[in-house]
C-alpha cells in the first residue's frame, strides 16, 4: 500500500508512523523545510502534548465537533499519547489541570523523537509544495508538487489550518480538499487573544491575574465560564482562560460579548465585605487609593477607584457603607466590553475547515473521494487550550493511518 501523507506537522507525522508500522510504504510532504514547526512552539515551547483525562472530559473539551472524534478518542486517547512518548525515550510528566509536559520541557523533543522514528521506518520525507491531490473515476492515483508528480494508493491530507501562517499553516489544505468537492466550514481564529475594553487593556497591560474566574456573557447569555490564569495586552485580554473562552465566542462571532472577572472567587460578597471592612478599619485616615494594597495589585487599584466612583484621595473613614458594598461588587464583577477576537496570525489553532459530515468518523475516510483520508487541524473540529488539539492531532493521526494502511478497497 503506497500512502502519501501530505503535511509533517503532529496529526501528519503521527499518520506516517502509524500508516509506516502497520507495513505501508509512506512518503511525507512537508512545504517546510523542516517538519513540525508549529508543534516545536506549542505549549510556549514547552510541548504540551495532551491532557490526562477521560474520554468524556476530552469531547467535553472539545467544542468543535467533539462527538464527532469519539471513535478516534477511543482508539487513541491521553493514556496512547502519554504511553507512546514515553516508548519513543520521551518522559512525561502531569501538570496542573491535567496538562502533561515531556520531563525535558522541550516540544522540539517530540518532534525530534518522531523525526527519528519516522526515519527509523523508512519513512521518505519529501521538500515540495502540493498543489493537487490526483483523482481518476473518484478515486484517488497520486498528488502533483511543485517539484513533480507521486503517485499513490491513499493520500492522508494533514495540511493543518490557517493558524500560526509563519510556520506554514496558511490554509492552502483547504483549497486541496475544496477541488474534489468538499465543503470548507468558514474558518476563524480560535484560542485566540479576545479584543476591546476601551482604554483599561492599555492602562493594565502586562497585568497577570491569577485564581480569578471570568463569566462570559452574549446579550444576557451566559456563554462560558471558567478559573485560571489572564493577562492584559495592549488592545484586550489574553491568557489561559481567555483563549479557551475565545472558542466560544469567535466560532459564532458573539460580538460584543461581555466579560466578567471576579477578582476574588474564593470570597462571597459578603465575606468580601468583611475583608474590605477590616482593611478599612486599618486604614482610616488615609486616602482610599492608598488603603487598597492588601486587596488589588498596584497597577490595578487606579482602574479600580476609577469605575467605583470614589474620589482616589476621599478619606477611608468618609467612605459610606453604600459606597464600600458597591465597591465590593465591583471586585467580584469587573466587567469588559469585547468586540473582536485576535486576527489568525495571533491564533494557536483554527475553528472551521472541511466539514466533518463528509468524513466517517470511524476512519477519517472521505466520504466523497476513494483513497482520501483527513487528520488534525484541516478539519472543522477543534477544542479548548491545555493539550486537547494535539491529542485531536495524535488520535485522528492514528486513526487516519491505521485505516489507510489497511487493504480493504
Same mark, same amino acid.
Given at each position: 500500500m503506497?500512502i502519501?501523507?501530505?503535511?509533517?506537522?503532529?496529526?501528519?507525522?503521527?499518520?506516517?508512523?502509524?500508516?509506516?508500522r502497520?507495513?505501508?510504504?509512506?512518503?511525507?510532504?512537508?512545504?517546510n523545510?523542516?517538519?513540525?514547526?508549529?508543534l516545536?512552539?506549542?505549549?510556549k515551547?514547552?510541548?504540551?502534548?495532551t491532557?490526562?483525562?477521560?474520554?468524556?472530559?476530552?469531547?467535553?473539551?472539545?467544542?468543535?465537533?467533539?462527538?464527532?472524534?469519539y471513535?478516534a478518542?477511543?482508539?487513541?486517547?491521553p493514556?496512547?499519547?502519554?504511553?507512546?512518548?514515553e516508548?519513543?525515550g520521551?518522559?512525561?510528566?502531569?501538570?496542573?489541570?491535567n496538562r502533561v509536559?515531556?520531563?525535558?520541557?522541550?516540544?522540539m523533543?517530540?518532534?525530534?523523537?518522531l523525526?527519528?522514528e519516522?526515519r527509523h521506518?523508512?519513512?521518505?520525507?519529501?521538500?515540495d509544495?502540493?498543489?493537487?491531490i490526483?483523482?481518476?473515476?473518484?478515486?484517488?492515483?497520486g498528488?502533483?508538487?511543485?517539484?513533480?508528480t507521486?503517485?499513490?494508493?491513499?493520500?492522508?491530507?494533514?495540511?493543518?489550518?490557517?493558524?500560526?501562517?509563519?510556520t506554514?499553516?496558511d490554509?492552502?489544505?483547504y483549497?486541496?480538499a475544496?477541488?474534489?468537492?468538499?465543503?470548507i466550514?468558514?474558518t476563524?481564529?480560535s484560542l485566540?487573544?479576545?479584543?476591546?475594553g476601551?482604554?483599561?487593556?492599555k492602562r493594565?497591560?502586562?497585568l497577570?491575574?491569577?485564581?480569578?474566574?471570568?463569566?462570559?456573557?452574549y446579550?444576557?447569555?451566559?456563554?462560558?465560564?471558567? %478559573?485560571? *490564569?489572564?493577562?492584559? +495586552? !495592549?488592545? @484586550? &485580554? $489574553?491568557?489561559?482562560? #481567555?483563549?479557551?473562552a475565545?472558542?466560544?465566542?469567535?466560532?459564532?462571532?458573539?460580538?460584543?460579548?461581555?466579560?466578567?472577572?471576579?477578582?476574588?472567587?474564593?470570597l462571597d460578597?459578603?465575606?468580601?465585605?468583611?475583608?474590605?471592612?477590616?482593611?478599612?478599619?486599618?486604614?482610616?485616615?488615609?486616602?482610599?487609593?492608598?488603603?487598597?494594597?492588601?486587596?488589588?495589585?498596584?497597577?490595578?487599584?487606579p482602574?479600580?477607584?476609577?469605575?467605583s466612583?470614589?474620589?482616589?484621595?476621599r478619606?477611608?473613614?468618609e467612605?459610606?457603607?453604600?459606597?464600600?458594598?458597591s465597591?465590593?461588587?465591583?471586585?467580584?464583577?469587573?466587567?469588559?466590553?469585547?468586540?473582536s477576537?485576535?486576527? %489568525?496570525? *495571533?491564533?494557536?489553532? +483554527? !475553528?472551521? @475547515? &472541511? $466539514?466533518?459530515?463528509? #468524513?466517517d468518523?470511524?476512519?477519517?475516510?472521505s466520504?466523497l473521494?476513494?483513497g482520501?483520508?483527513f487528520?488534525?487541524?484541516i478539519?472543522?473540529?477543534?477544542?479548548?487550550?491545555?493539550?486537547?488539539?494535539?491529542?485531536i492531532?495524535?488520535?485522528?493521526?492514528?486513526?487516519?493511518?491505521?485505516?489507510a494502511?489497511e487493504?480493504?478497497?
Amino acid at each position: 500500500m503506497r500512502i502519501i501523507v501530505i503535511g509533517a506537522g503532529a496529526a501528519g507525522m503521527m499518520a506516517a508512523v502509524t500508516a509506516a508500522r502497520a507495513g505501508a510504504d509512506v512518503t511525507l510532504i512537508e512545504r517546510n523545510t523542516r517538519p513540525g514547526m508549529k508543534l516545536n512552539i506549542t505549549g510556549k515551547g514547552r510541548g504540551n502534548l495532551t491532557n490526562d483525562c477521560d474520554l468524556q472530559t476530552l469531547i467535553a473539551n472539545t467544542p468543535g465537533n467533539g462527538r464527532f472524534l469519539y471513535s478516534a478518542f477511543s482508539g487513541f486517547g491521553p493514556a496512547d499519547t502519554m504511553a507512546f512518548f514515553e516508548s519513543l525515550g520521551i518522559p512525561v510528566k502531569v501538570e496542573r489541570g491535567n496538562r502533561v509536559f515531556p520531563v525535558s520541557d522541550r516540544a522540539m523533543d517530540l518532534s525530534a523523537a518522531l523525526e527519528r522514528e519516522l526515519r527509523h521506518l523508512g519513512v521518505r520525507l519529501l521538500h515540495d509544495k502540493v498543489v493537487n491531490i490526483d483523482c481518476t473515476d473518484g478515486r484517488v492515483t497520486g498528488v502533483t508538487g511543485a517539484g513533480g508528480t507521486y503517485s499513490c494508493d491513499r493520500v492522508i491530507l494533514a495540511a493543518g489550518g490557517q493558524s500560526y501562517p509563519r510556520t506554514g499553516s496558511d490554509g492552502s489544505g483547504y483549497a486541496l480538499a475544496s477541488a474534489l468537492g468538499h465543503t470548507i466550514v468558514p474558518t476563524r481564529p480560535s484560542l485566540v487573544p479576545l479584543l476591546g475594553g476601551g482604554d483599561v487593556p492599555k492602562r493594565l497591560e502586562g497585568l497577570s491575574l491569577r485564581n480569578i474566574s471570568i463569566e462570559i456573557a452574549y446579550k444576557g447569555k451566559s456563554l462560558y465560564t471558567d %478559573f485560571g *490564569e489572564m493577562v492584559f +495586552t !495592549a488592545n @484586550g &485580554v $489574553s491568557g489561559p482562560v #481567555i483563549l479557551s473562552a475565545s472558542a466560544h465566542v469567535a466560532r459564532d462571532q458573539k460580538f460584543p460579548c461581555t466579560l466578567s472577572i471576579d477578582l476574588k472567587p474564593a470570597l462571597d460578597e459578603q465575606t468580601l465585605d468583611r475583608r474590605v471592612l477590616r482593611d478599612f478599619e486599618e486604614n482610616l485616615n488615609r486616602d482610599f487609593a492608598n488603603a487598597l494594597h492588601k486587596l488589588l495589585p498596584s497597577k490595578l487599584i487606579p482602574v479600580i477607584v476609577e469605575r467605583s466612583g470614589i474620589a482616589p484621595d476621599r478619606k477611608v473613614h468618609e467612605i459610606t457603607r453604600a459606597e464600600r458594598l458597591s465597591f465590593v461588587h465591583l471586585i467580584k464583577h469587573f466587567t469588559l466590553e469585547i468586540t473582536s477576537a485576535g486576527p %489568525f496570525r *495571533e491564533a494557536i489553532i +483554527t !475553528a472551521g @475547515g &472541511v $466539514s466533518v459530515r463528509e #468524513i466517517d468518523p470511524k476512519t477519517m475516510a472521505s466520504k466523497l473521494v476513494n483513497g482520501l483520508y483527513f487528520a488534525g487541524e484541516i478539519m472543522d473540529v477543534d477544542a479548548y487550550t491545555g493539550g486537547f488539539n494535539l491529542q485531536i492531532a495524535w488520535s485522528t493521526g492514528v486513526c487516519a493511518g491505521s485505516a489507510a494502511a489497511e487493504r480493504n478497497d
